[in-house]
């Protein structure tokens, strides 16, 4: 058992589809809409697998438009 | 666990700078500049520093960068940033003065003002955006394009024969008495981040401290003069960059 749980938020407006986060992403948690897009025509990212994520915040460091923030709670062991 | 039981302020972990305004960026997707302009605001935030620092805009994809960072900027003219932003740190001792500033910008048209800037030992910090190309004005051969790197003026390839090898400026400006630090970061990776924000950290504080002339030079990529994705970009970065333009501090003193 992991022993943190994270969620992200995307603003999926900003986001520009430019993958970073999907491949930055140590659990491969993240992807890229694949037929929605956003107002400026761009597959933003969003949670794939969101079971999986451990709230690293290596999304959120990697993202150049500052779109991700990151929530993070300890679980019980 | 449900996510609104994770998604509360108190568990937040990492949320982008407050000094990055709403003002949706006009960067291609993936663009390194994105990040160094989040990892400025950052370091500025973390220093308290929103009141106290006066940055220069460039010429070139960084110019609007006054835009998107709410602090307080002047705008230099093509390569005149190291210039201005001697006249403004010597007017305001007191200030954090930087500037920022692609290769084309600061290594073709403004060598001259680097150069004379950091050996005057001017109590500034420049940020340096290394692209090795002119991303602006559509993907032109830069003084630090690869050997065999193609470009629109280059489309075989830079020949060293003709062009000269790419100006390494970071090592060149190590060598001058008023430099105090010069390193060169990344942005591609998590713990790179990291590293280059310990960077423009040190160098703000550097200016603050009035202890010479700071140079972060970051090795970035332009995935659209490229011509690839952004993280085929950083690969090539890793690959070919990397090897020409070692990371690493070249000066801390
Ligand atoms: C005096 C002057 N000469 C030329 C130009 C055209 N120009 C605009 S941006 C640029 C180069 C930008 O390259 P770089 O500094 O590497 O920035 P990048 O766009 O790659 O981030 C040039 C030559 C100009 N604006 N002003
Ligand atoms: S916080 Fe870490 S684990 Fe969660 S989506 Fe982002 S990179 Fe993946
Ligand atoms: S042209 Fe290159 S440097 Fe300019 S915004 Fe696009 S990717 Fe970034
Ligand atoms: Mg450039």
Redesign the pocket.
């Known amino acids: 058992m992991a022993k943190f749980k994270g969620m992200v938020v995307v603003n999926t407006e900003r986001c520009k589809g430019c993958n970073l986060c999907v491949v930055a992403c140590p659990t491969h948690v993240l992807a890229l809409q694949k037929r929605e897009v956003n107002d400026k025509g761009y597959h933003y990212a969003y949670m794939e697998t969101p079971d999986d994520c451990i709230g690293c915040a290596s999304c959120g460091f990697v993202c150049p438009d500052g779109c991700i923030t990151v929530y993070k709670v300890k679980t019980q062991e | 666990m449900k996510s609104e039981e994770i998604i509360k302020p108190e568990n937040m972990v990492y949320q982008p700078t407050h000094l990055l305004n709403e003002t949706q960026m006009h960067y291609c997707p993936g663009c390194s500049?994105g990040v160094v302009h989040k990892l400025i605001g950052e370091v500025i935030e973390e220093m308290g520093l929103e009141n106290d620092t006066i940055g220069i805009a460039?010429?070139?994809?960084?110019?609007f960068i006054y835009r998107y960072l709410d602090i307080d900027w002047q705008e230099a003219?093509?390569?005149r940033a190291p210039a201005l932003a001697t006249a403004v740190k010597r007017l305001n001792p007191k200030k954090m003065v930087f500037t920022y500033?692609?290769?084309?910008?600061?290594a073709?048209?403004g060598t001259a003002e680097t150069i004379h800037a950091c050996n005057r030992g001017e109590n500034i910090a420049i940020v340096f955006?290394n692209?090795a190309?002119?991303?602006?004005?559509g993907g032109?051969m830069?003084p630090t394009t690869l050997p065999g790197m193609k470009s629109a003026t280059c489309p075989d390839g830079r020949d060293v024969e003709v062009t000269g090898a790419p100006l390494k400026i970071s090592d060149m400006v190590a060598l001058l008495d008023g430099t105090c630090y010069v390193t060169r970061q990344s942005v591609h990776t998590t713990p790179g981040v990291k590293r280059a924000k310990k960077a423009i950290r040190k160098a703000f504080e550097n200016s603050m401290a009035n202890k010479g002339t700071s140079l972060v030079e970051i090795v970035s990529t332009?995935s659209s003069?490229w011509k690839m994705t952004p993280d085929q970009a950083n690969k090539w970065m890793e690959e070919n960059m990397f090897p020409y333009f070692p990371l690493g501090d070249i000066k801390d003193r």
């Open positions: 500049h460039p010429v070139g994809c960084g110019v003219a093509h390569g500033q692609g290769d084309g910008d600061l073709a048209i955006i692209n190309i002119y991303g602006m004005t032109q830069a332009c003069g």
